[in-house]
């Protein structure tokens, strides 16, 4: 099955951009989605479709995709922020498998 | 708004079956479009995705999971269900049901429940 690998963890500054990669194989069929978690809560979907935001998630969210990776980018981070956030896509294996990416902690300093 | 809803015991037992149910507000299950999925975190850790069911009654399990793993769907009650035998307390995780859309080359979780906390443990 597909694997999709994220850095572990990165730090912004207050209102500076920051942005988080995603690297797999099936990457290059699907376009991948992309959540956000704070402790104790669920995950809350910020990107999907490559650059989709749903209705309530800032535009300072967005995504971008380039074969293999794809980025979510916060521009002028806020402290509410700070979270881990996972990438998600559907397997290349062409059965219906679906995978996580590791997952980046992002700290807003 | 849709809403969804995991139910279930907070502690089993090792060897036991896992059992949990998600309750689906807000949207019809039966109207098909998406489909009803299980997704897991072990304390600390990233998402597992366990399974997808479809209205019909199609499922998709993960293969690391597939031998243990049972989903339903009841379009009654507009509920869906999971079932994980033989349970060890490597399965002691949040348990997330959630709501997979999909188009074309696009597939993403855009509805998720708040989670529920399973320990298995004597």
């Known amino acids: 099955s597909s694997e999709l690998t994220q850095d572990p963890a990165v730090?912004?500054?207050l209102g500076q951009t920051v942005r988080i990669t995603c690297q797999g194989d099936s990457l290059r069929s699907y376009y991948a989605s992309w959540y956000q978690q704070k402790?104790?809560?669920?995950?809350?979907?910020?990107?999907?479709?490559?650059?989709?935001?749903?209705?309530?998630?800032?535009?300072r969210f967005s995504g971008s995709s380039?074969?293999?990776?794809?980025?979510?980018?916060i521009t002028g981070a806020q402290a509410e922020d700070e979270a881990d956030y996972?990438?998600?896509?559907?397997?290349?294996?062409?059965?219906?498998?679906?995978?996580?990416g590791t997952g980046t902690k992002v700290t807003v300093l | 708004?849709?809403?969804?809803?995991?139910?279930?015991?907070?502690?089993?037992?090792?060897?036991?079956?896992?059992?949990?149910?998600?309750t689906v507000s807000g949207a019809s299950i039966s109207?098909?479009?998406?489909?009803?999925?299980?997704?897991?975190?072990?304390?600390?850790?990233?998402?597992?995705?366990?399974g997808n069911i479809y209205y019909s009654g199609s499922t998709?399990?993960?293969?690391?999971?597939?031998?243990?793993?049972?989903?339903?769907v009841d379009t009654s009650n507009n509920q869906f269900s999971l079932k994980l035998s033989s349970a060890t307390a490597a399965d002691t995780a949040v348990y997330y049901c959630a709501r997979l859309a999909y188009d074309s080359s696009v597939y993403y979780f855009d509805y998720w429940g708040q989670g529920t906390l399973v320990t298995v443990s004597s």
């Open chain 1, 11 to 13: 730090s912004v500054a």
């Open chain 1, 39 to 59: 402790p104790g809560q669920a995950p809350v979907l910020v990107i999907y479709n490559k650059n989709n935001r749903p209705s309530g998630i800032p535009d």
């Open chain 1, 66 to 73: 380039s074969g293999d990776t794809a980025s979510l980018t």
């Open chain 1, 86 to 100: 996972y990438c998600h896509s559907r397997d290349s294996s062409g059965k219906h498998n679906y995978v996580f």
């Open chain 2, 1 to 22: 708004q849709v809403q969804l809803q995991e139910s279930g015991p907070g502690l089993v037992k090792p060897s036991q079956t896992l059992s949990l149910t998600c």
């Open chain 2, 31 to 50: 109207r098909g479009g998406y489909y009803w999925s299980w997704i897991r975190q072990h304390p600390g850790k990233g998402l597992e995705w366990i």
């Open chain 2, 60 to 72: 998709y399990y993960n293969p690391s999971l597939k031998s243990r793993v049972t989903m339903s």
